[in-house]
């Protein structure tokens, strides 16, 4: 099982910018697929983006061309680029890590856009 923490949320007018970070405990080198998620008030928690081991990217159709996933393997880290935000990206995001079938989550952090 790996630990993960989330940073980086706050409050930001619309048209702004945040980078979220996610430090998990232990290598995150061998996972299955890892990514990020949000959950808005009142709505289920959806996927935002995801990668897998081999490369393939699957963004949310909702912030296609404005966040980008990245990695420092190296340091156990993953990270969560948002530009052009917009008031319905508040939520709660929460990111996740696959080794074989088991998930692991962090805590959430919650990201307000203010219009």
């Known amino acids: 099982q790996v630990q993960l923490v989330e940073s980086g949320g706050g409050l930001v007018q619309a048209g702004g910018s945040l980078r979220l970070s996610c430090a998990a405990s232990?290598?995150?080198?061998?996972?299955?697929?890892m990514g990020w998620y949000r959950q808005a008030p009142g709505k289920e928690r959806e996927l935002v983006v995801s990668i897998t081991s081999g490369g393939w990217i699957n963004y949310a159709d909702s912030v296609k061309g404005r966040f980008t996933i990245s990695s420092d393997n190296a340091k156990n880290m993953v990270f969560l680029q948002m530009n052009s935000l917009k008031p319905e990206d508040t939520a709660v995001y929460y990111c996740n890590v696959r080794f074989g079938a088991f998930d692991s989550w962090g805590q959430g952090t919650q990201v307000t856009i203010s219009s």
């Open positions: 232990r290598s995150i080198s061998g996972m299955n697929r």
